[in-house]
Nanobody, 127 residues
Framework: QVQLVESGGGLVQAGDSLRLSCAAS??????????MAWFRQAPGKEREFVAG????????SYADSVKSRFIMSRDNANNTVYLQMNALKPEDTGVYSC??????????????????WGQGTQVTVSS
């Protein structure tokens, strides 16, 4: 059993920054062995991959649309992953969800690969 709780979303203007957090917990959850990812979903659109961080070497990957603007990191001591979002654009608007998969060697953009999900946090970027 793994529980993920996102926070940090809000309403901002284009060009602003936000930092999302995802706190993880579970009875047999060893955070450091989980690859984590952020996905987002805008109304009427499919969920899309945003960023991921591996449990191995904390290697990161990003969607082309957020590359050089977003930074994902993890704090294994506090069972938390972060998504620092800079230079936000209106097209970044959506519900951002945290996802986890144990011992996945590398990040993947396929949402079905992640069995654990948080409830999401809304990010709205105005023009």
């Amino acid at each position: 059993q793994v529980q993920l709780v996102e926070s940090g979303g809000g309403l901002v203007q284009a060009g602003d920054s936000l930092r999302l957090s995802c706190a993880a917990s579970g009875r047999t959850f060893t955070f450091s062995t989980y690859t984590m990812a952020w996905f987002r979903q805008a109304p009427g659109k499919e969920r899309e991959f945003v960023a991921g961080i591996s449990w191995l070497m904390s290697g990161t990957s990003y969607a082309d649309s957020v590359k050089s603007r977003f930074i994902m990191s993890r704090d294994n001591a506090n069972n938390t992953v972060y998504l620092q979002m800079n230079a936000l654009k209106p097209e970044d608007t959506g519900v951002y969800s945290c996802a986890a998969k144990e011992r996945m060697p590398s990040t993947t953009s396929l949402s079905q690969s992640y069995p654990y999900w948080g409830q999401g946090t809304q990010v709205t970027v105005s023009s």
